[in-house]
């Protein structure tokens, strides 16, 4: 089972992009589902999540500017990427965690930010 990232590409600085995260419906008892961004050279790190309950959570480098939301159905995540900032390429991955204390990752999609 794997997530499907999508929607990276190239953005100017001060632009914005909307990544999007298609789920499985195979995927059962999700609790949480997060994205995660790996820079060149760099190890992944924590972007955003958001948890059954509808509480969100930022990098702190990042609030402000990224905003994380899905769907009712727990089947689309989404990431807002409003201004972004050359330190903000990276590969993107979604991420789901389950009650049961399963990961799920996506393949990743690369966003570059470059005038």
């Known amino acids: 089972v794997q997530l499907q990232a999508s929607g990276g590409g190239l953005v100017q600085p001060g632009g914005s992009l909307r990544l999007s995260c298609a789920v499985p419906?195979?995927?059962?008892?999700?609790?949480?589902m997060s994205w995660y961004q790996q820079a060149p050279g760099k190890q992944r790190e924590f972007v955003a999540s958001?948890?059954?309950?509808?509480?969100?959570k930022y990098a702190d480098s990042l609030k402000g500017r990224f905003t994380i939301t899905k769907d009712n159905g727990w089947t689309m995540l989404y990431l807002q990427m409003s201004s972004p900032k050359p330190e903000d390429t990276a590969v993107y991955y979604c991420n789901v965690g389950t009650y049961a204390g399963l990961q799920y990752w996506g393949k990743g999609t690369l966003v570059t930010v470059s005038s």
């Open positions: 958001v948890t059954r309950g509808g509480s969100t």
């Open positions: 419906g195979s995927i059962y008892s999700i609790n949480t």
